[in-house]
């Protein structure tokens, strides 16, 4: 991953979290929310490890290391994610990601706070603009949520899941500050995640039945290998070299792709109003990733 350009790892967490939206919906059909991101991040984690241990890469740490990563865990792989699903269950799956255009200010307003970060006004500014241009997008489908019980449930899901989410990569920060080592912190930290979700499923008593259906299956190793280990080694890498708020400008193009996804898939047709926020959330972004000369 470190040999790849910055806009190379921005077009892979795009392009690969841009469809897993729709993926997610596969997983919620046939099993609860905690017993998919269990499976998911508990599949993807032990496949970085192993991984890590074929090259060789130190796996024993200190206790302190690992309550780190667990707390890292926990936040961006764990419950962060159960609340998508949650949210996922009640609303569709174009309003979820429409919550994570918010990514970019909170994940950059945070590390301002928090670790000292610089944020620039060119950077609020884009965010802003961004977050407008997705939600004149999805303008529509928050009128038909007006209203409704199952979309105001929903919509608190997806607000839990980016300050969450956005908690977890301040903590991913932070921990690779302290010199932890990238993959194998990601393998470990996948894995508390998974644990997390595992602990919510078995206080709930929620079935661990698999089902049959081809669809629960594929989308399980998509969202794992490609959703999870793929992409989250290109994101943490991204935000390393440019800092957490401007890497979660991914979270303003992903809704994109997933409306792409749907046109293709769910037979959606944008309108004027449709198009125009796209354009605005393509000038938000490159505000936000655009260097001041």
């Not at 729709?22 to 970085?48: D, K, N």
């Amino acid at each position: 991953m470190h040999r790849l350009k910055n806009w190379q790892l921005f077009a892979v967490c795009v392009l690969a979290w841009g469809t897993t939206w729709y993926a997610i919906t596969f997983q919620i059909l046939h099993t609860a929310p905690e017993v998919s991101v269990a499976l998911r991040f508990a599949l993807a984690g032990a496949l970085v490890l192993v991984l890590c241990a074929a090259r060789g890469l130190r796996l024993r740490f200190e206790p302190s290391d690992h309550a780190v990563l667990a707390l890292q865990g926990f936040f961006l792989y764990g419950v962060s994610y159960l609340c998508v699903y949650h949210a996922e269950r009640h609303l569709v799956s174009g309003l979820v990601a429409v919550g994570y255009s918010a990514s970019p200010l909170v994940a950059g307003l945070g590390g301002h706070a928090l670790l000292g970060l610089r944020v620039t006004s060119r950077f609020v500014v884009g965010g802003l603009v961004g977050l407008t241009g997705v939600a004149l997008m999805f303008w529509p489908e928050f009128g038909k949520a007006a209203g409704s019980r199952d979309a105001a449930i929903g919509l608190a899901f997806t607000v839990g899941a980016v300050l969450l989410s956005s908690a977890g990569s301040l903590i991913a920060t932070r921990n690779r500050s302290r010199g932890l080592p990238f993959w194998p912190s990601l393998g470990f930290g996948m894995l508390y995640g998974a644990a997390a979700a595992l602990l919510v499923a078995l206080l709930q008593g929620q079935s661990f039945a698999l089902p049959a259906a081809v669809s629960w299956w594929f989308s399980l190793l998509y969202l794992a290998l490609v959703g999870s280990v793929l992409t989250f080694a290109c994101f943490l890498t991204l935000q390393e070299r440019v800092g957490p708020g401007r890497a979660g400008a991914i979270g303003v193009m992903t809704p994109l792709l997933a409306l792409t996804v749907s046109m293709v898939f769910e037979r959606f047709h944008p309108d004027a109003l449709v198009l125009t926020g796209a354009a605005l959330a393509v000038a938000g972004n490159v505000l936000m990733l655009r260097r001041a000369r």
